[in-house]
């Protein structure tokens, strides 16, 4: 298969996997699907991310990520 396709099918499936994640955080349904919203939601941890404290908000949300894979897939065994 030709590189350029391959490319296009890893960023295909990168971009589906960040809106799962979108879904999974519920934020389509806690925003009524509003894409300005969601789009100002990512500027703002952006904005967070370009700040003095990047790492601990790395830290901080990493945790919370982890925290709430862990849960969901303890509620998926049940």
Same mark, same amino acid.
């Given at each position: 298969?030709?590189?350029?396709?391959?490319? #296009?099918?890893?960023?295909?499936?990168?971009?589906?996997?960040?809106?799962?994640?979108?879904?999974?955080?519920?934020?389509?349904?806690?925003?009524?699907?509003? #894409?300005?919203?969601?789009?100002?939601?990512?500027?703002?941890?952006?904005?967070?991310?370009?700040?003095? *404290?990047?790492?601990?908000?790395?830290?901080?949300?990493? #945790?919370?990520?982890? #925290?709430?894979?862990?849960? *969901?897939?303890?509620?998926?065994?049940?």
């Amino acid at each position: 298969m030709r590189d350029w396709r391959v490319k #296009r099918r890893e960023r295909t499936r990168q971009l589906i996997e960040l809106g799962g994640l979108i879904a999974k955080a519920e934020l389509i349904d806690l925003t009524d699907d509003d #894409r300005a919203v969601l789009y100002g939601l990512l500027i703002e941890a952006a904005t967070k991310l370009k700040g003095d *404290n990047c790492n601990q908000q790395l830290l901080l949300w990493r #945790r919370r990520g982890a #925290r709430a894979f862990t849960q *969901n897939q303890l509620a998926e065994r049940s």
